[in-house]
């Protein structure tokens, strides 16, 4: 459920009308809801009933920094898959004592920042990585808290996850190995071992796969408590969104019309099937969720140029591309796309929905079912509050779009648009060209 609805024929975010938001700023804009993430947050964490659960936002779905301050005001923690995203948690001014640090490809001098910052925890990916954090937290004469990243190989019905041959696994370490991993980790002189962790994947609708990665994590949590003394147990991200009803799933009314078998995954479901099997283990909760906090609570605006009729096609070009949202033409991911200014008495129009960019993939829907709309009126892609902005390029030099806040009728830019001069910034012509 989420804050985005019409108020007489205008789509409103809480209770600012985008129209204005668009003619004010600019377009490509992306807006988001506070309101929607505050909700998506306290379901969440008040799904866990019973435990010591702590939410760990993962940034990399959003990092804007004032939606990283708000989920750290609301009481978030933060999980970073990089040094650059640790430091925006700190430039928000939140706290990263009680956040992880994930990541395959850790550098030397990222795992010394997140030392000296004090983070909570590093969630290890290998055998290697944990001997370079042993060797960097010995240089700085500290201890570095770690949990492994556990793969249980579980099939979470988004991506193949299965690996073959005995290649390096990118996803964490398999389970079969876990327990050896975790005994040359005592070894270490500079790691204290804190935690087990696992991360099986994105947009997963079935809390199915969840149940069967802590049903195959238990008992190695167990033996590690006991062995090891750790105190938490990270079992990741991943729960998906609505993206194809978006505007509808709203209301209240939405979700109660679905058939309960095809419901969903909701923040209340998941908690109230994982609690009982995590209350067993005695151990603290983290959750990791990206997506399910933002991906809702943000749309993209984005002004109609032209309406292009062709032959038995027609095109709706729009000034946003591939470069402000990259999920259509990367994931062929779907995003509903709908009038700023809803006028029933026009017709329904069926058109591609595209960018201007030299490039075909720059498509945000094909033949979809839209009202006929014309140069200069707005569109909202709706659901475009995760790996939107943050995936953002200046492909075709073109600036990264804006970001503008909304809290019930305030609002306020919270990224500005770039201009030419700061794309060029850090470009020169070598004195050998002059
Ligand atoms: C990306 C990621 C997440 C967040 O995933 P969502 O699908 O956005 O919830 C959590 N944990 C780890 C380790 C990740 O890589």
Same mark, same amino acid.
């Given at each position: 459920m989420h804050h985005f609805r019409y108020v007489g024929q205008n789509l409103h975010c809480e209770s600012v009308d985008l129209a204005e938001v668009a003619r004010l700023y600019g377009t490509p804009t992306y807006v988001y809801s506070a309101s929607t993430m505050a909700d998506n947050y306290t379901r969440l964490s008040g799904s866990m009933k019973g435990l010591d659960a702590q939410v760990c936002y993962a940034v990399k779905a959003n990092s804007n920094l004032a939606v990283i301050r708000h989920l750290g005001n609301l009481g978030s923690a933060f999980e970073f898959a990089s040094a650059g995203e640790m430091r925006r948690v700190i430039a928000a001014g939140?706290? *990263?004592?009680?956040s992880v640090f994930a990541g395959v490809g850790k550098t030397e001098l990222e795992i010394r920042q997140a030392l000296e910052a004090g983070i909570y925890s590093f969630h290890v990916e290998s055998e290697p990585e944990l001997a370079r954090i042993n060797h960097v937290a010995g240089k700085l004469g500290v201890k570095a808290a770690i949990a492994i990243r556990v793969n249980? /190989?579980? /099939? %979470? +019905?988004? +991506? %193949?996850?299965i690996t073959t041959g005995?290649?390096?696994?990118?996803? $964490?370490?398999p389970l079969r190995q876990a327990a050896a991993a975790y005994e040359a980790a005592s070894?270490?002189?500079?790691?204290t071992i804190r935690g087990i962790q696992s991360h099986i994947g994105?947009?997963?609708? /079935?809390v199915k796969p969840f149940v069967e990665t802590l049903e195959k994590l238990a008992p190695l949590a167990a033996e590690l408590k006991e062995?090891?003394?750790?105190?938490y147990i990270s079992i990741g991200g991943g729960i998906g969104i609505v993206y194809r009803d978006a505007l509808a799933s709203g209301a209240a009314s939405w979700w109660d019309a679905q058939p309960e078998a095809s419901r969903p995954l909701t923040p209340e479901v998941y908690g109230a099937t994982l609690s009982p099997m995590l209350a067993k283990l005695g151990l603290k909760v983290l959750l990791e969720p990206g997506r399910s906090m933002v991906a809702n609570a943000g749309v993209l605006l984005t002004r109609v140029e032209y309406l292009k009729r062709g032959q038995g096609k027609n095109f709706l070009i729009v000034d946003a591309g591939m470069n402000d949202l990259v999920r259509p033409a990367m994931y062929d991911s779907y995003h509903e796309v709908v009038p700023l200014q809803r006028d029933t008495t026009r017709r329904a129009l069926v058109a591609? *929905? *595209? $960018?201007?960019? #030299?490039?075909?993939?720059? #498509?945000?829907?094909? /033949?979809r079912q839209v009202q006929e709309v014309g140069e200069g009126e707005y569109l909202a892609l709706m659901s %475009? $509050?995760?790996y939107g902005h943050v995936m953002a390029s200046r492909y075709n030099t073109r600036p990264i779009p804006a970001e503008v806040l909304v809290k019930g009728s305030a609002f306020e830019q919270v990224t500005a648009r770039e201009t030419f001069e700061q794309i060029i910034a850090n470009e020169k012509i070598p004195a050998f060209l002059k």
């Open positions: 939140a706290s *990263v004592r009680r249980p /190989d579980v /099939d %979470a +019905h988004t +991506h %193949a996850k005995t290649s390096a696994n990118k996803f $964490g370490i070894k270490y002189p500079h790691i994105s947009q997963i609708t /079935d062995r090891h003394r750790i105190e591609d *929905v *595209v $960018g201007p960019i #030299c490039e075909s993939t720059d #498509c945000f829907a094909k /033949d %475009a $509050g995760a």
